[in-house]
């Protein structure tokens, strides 16, 4: 199992319409997301990136190495789509521009 205190000073999930980070990124800046699994207390990583057309965006399981094939218009509907479908699965969940 993980250790939890290296998620100590974590960010909890962000909230979409007061999200400090967002406003100050470039379009094109990555993000990575990493969660701690509530049922199996894995670690797991993804990143969000731009896809190749620069038009859409995909996240990429790094813990799994699979690349997600679902396509977003915008960072801000991936990061929608995370939030609704899959940040409850999560006890702590960071985010982190790169």
Known sequence: MSDITSF????????MDRDPI??????????K???FLKHSGKVVKLLLL???????????NLTKKHICP?????KEKALEDFEKNYA???DLV???IL
Not at 8 to 15: G, Q, T, Y
């Open 88 to 90: 409850k699965k999560y």
């Open 33 to 35: 997301i990493t969660g």
């Open 70 to 74: 679902c396509k977003f218009e915008t």
């Open 8 to 15: 100590s000073k974590m960010k909890p999930v962000l909230n």
């Open 94 to 96: 960071s985010r982190e």
């Open 22 to 31: 967002l406003p100050v990124m470039k379009p094109d800046t990555p993000i």
């Open 50 to 60: 731009p896809g190749k057309n620069g038009k859409d965006w995909q996240y990429i």
